[in-house]
């Protein structure tokens, strides 16, 4: 027989439970709603941080970057496989070469990750082409001038102004096959990043047997001659290592060259010393 003080321990075993299913319920119409909220923050159109970028990238510039901002509209942020998913979204974009980490912030999404860095601008039409070092385009820089913030040299095809490529394409045939063995020896050497600006344009020249001659044209305006690019298959007098050794010794004084007057070329492409001769 049950007495009337056995009713407030019944009572408590009771609204135990109750409570608390009460309260794990608002715990998860909290979580969700929370969910929700940063879904709604991801989603939309993403804001990309230029501070973020590598500081190679120009300030201001967006080109096929701002495409990142539509992934939100592409990938369900609700899925289980969102992170897979943003990941095959962001390396659709020509600028982005890997991704190494995705997280959801409380503003958004974040990577980390590399970039492609473009080796040398193509005159096209409009503007120029950010081309890698393979031939590949990365994206188009409109204007008459390429922005000195790349750190890359100018170059202006043989025909003139060539046609604009899309992203993603290739630029092909013998002459961009030379250009590209060139820079990326002076890639290799960090001449770019040492000594940014010094080399502002790349051009060729045709010799007697029609055989392509390289120069760079430089900040202290002073072209220097390197001769025939590593990918040329025509005789070379002096190898790739003697010429980068003669680039090397003029880069020391390009101080005192900036003074000078009467020097009108250096050929790096004459033996182990850099010689001063007439411009080609």
Not at 118 to 147: A, N, T
Not at 223 to 247: F, I, N
């Amino acid at each position: 027989m049950k007495t009337n003080t056995d009713r407030p321990s019944e009572l408590a075993r009771w609204l135990l439970p109750v409570f608390l299913l009460a309260v794990i319920g608002g715990i998860l119409i909290y979580a969700k709603d929370e969910v929700d909220r940063r879904l709604a923050r991801a989603g939309g159109a993403w804001l990309i941080h230029h501070d973020s970028l590598p500081d190679w990238f120009p300030a201001g510039f967006k080109g096929q970057l701002s495409t990142l901002q539509t992934i939100p509209s592409r990938v369900s942020l609700q899925s289980i496989r969102w992170r897979e998913e943003t990941t095959r979204e962001l390396l659709k974009n020509p600028w982005v070469a890997t991704v190494d980490r995705i997280e959801r912030t409380a503003t958004g999404i974040g990577f980390d990750g590399q970039f492609h860095r473009p080796s040398v601008g193509v005159r096209c039409d409009g503007g120029w082409l950010l081309v890698d070092g393979i031939g590949k385009v990365i994206d188009f820089q409109e204007g008459d001038f390429l922005g000195e913030e790349w750190r890359i040299p100018e170059y202006i095809p043989e025909q003139g102004v060539m046609h604009r490529f899309d992203p993603g394409q290739l630029v092909g045939g013998t002459e961009f096959a030379e250009l590209l063995s060139l820079t990326g020896i002076l890639w290799q050497d960090r001449v770019f990043d040492r000594v940014p600006g010094f080399i502002r344009e790349i051009a060729a020249t045709r010799d007697s047997v029609g055989e392509r001659m390289w120069r760079f044209h430089t900040s202290v305006g002073i072209p220097l001659h390197w001769g025939r690019a590593p990918a040329s298959g025509a005789p070379k007098v002096s190898t790739t290592e003697q010429k980068l050794m003669c680039l090397r010794q003029v880069l020391e004084v390009r101080d005192r060259l900036q003074k000078t007057q009467d020097v009108q070329g250096i050929s790096l492409c004459s033996g182990a010393e850099p010689l001063v001769t007439e411009q080609w």
